[in-house]
């Protein structure tokens, strides 16, 4: 397994020509296994201040350089979060930190749009934050679920993003207590209860969404 230092690891995720938004399917690409202890450690650095991708790297870069982390269809490197060498303590870091990324990047570069809709469709970075609680990978392969301290961290995550005054933040939390609320279906209905109670000006195809959401009925 590979120990890459942060530097190159950031290059290897997010340092790709723009019109390479699936660079990991290319011919020239070669997957090389990371340590898990190594990728979290440095996924916890990213997360810790993911605003700084921003002076660095596009939109499209930024978005493919996170789908390639989260999505086990492409990679899903940040599934090694659950691997039995990795310590809860860091399993716990790394919930309290996920939501940073919407707040300093989807919250900073994305429009008001709802993917829902299809609105916003043609920005990458924009359906990833529709997207993220859906294709995002962390349970270890081969074990049917994660483990509830962490289910529950990351629900209170999705917590903190769905509190983001941005329509379309709130949306990609909406969507994530959609599929994730069963994990923790009270603090989750309460979660969104108290979100439409807070927000009775928004669009009503959020309020829908919202609603559609405490019933695990969302796309």
């Given amino acids: 397994m590979t120990e890459p230092d942060y530097r190159n690891w950031l290059v290897q995720l997010f340092d790709h020509a723009e019109d390479r938004q699936d660079w990991w399917f290319d011919a020239d690409f070669v997957y090389e296994p990371i340590a898990p202890r190594t990728l979290v450690a440095h996924a916890l650095r990213l997360f810790e201040a993911p605003a700084l991708l921003m002076s660095r790297y596009s939109d499209g870069q930024i978005a493919a350089g996170f789908k390639y982390l989260i999505d086990s269809g492409c990679g899903g490197d940040l599934r090694l979060i659950s691997h039995s060498d990795v310590p809860q303590s860091d399993r716990l870091a790394l919930a309290g930190r996920i939501d940073r990324v919407y707040s300093q990047i989807f919250g900073a570069r994305c429009g008001p749009y709802l993917g829902h809709l299809s609105e916003g469709s043609e920005s990458p970075l924009s359906m990833l934050c ?43 939390a909406l969507h994530g207590l959609g599929h994730w609320g069963n994990w923790a279906p009270e603090r989750s209905a309460a979660l969104i209860d108290a979100f439409l109670a807070e927000n009775r000006a928004m669009r009503p195809e959020l309020v829908a969404y919202a609603r559609a959401a405490g019933s695990g009925c969302v796309q």
Avoid: K, N, S
């Fill in 130 to 172: 529709y997207m993220w609680w859906d294709v995002i990978t962390l349970d270890p392969i081969g074990t049917p679920q994660l483990d509830a301290e962490f289910r529950e961290a990351l629900i209170e995550a999705m917590g903190r993003t769905l509190a983001l005054p941005h329509a379309a933040c709130q949306e990609g």
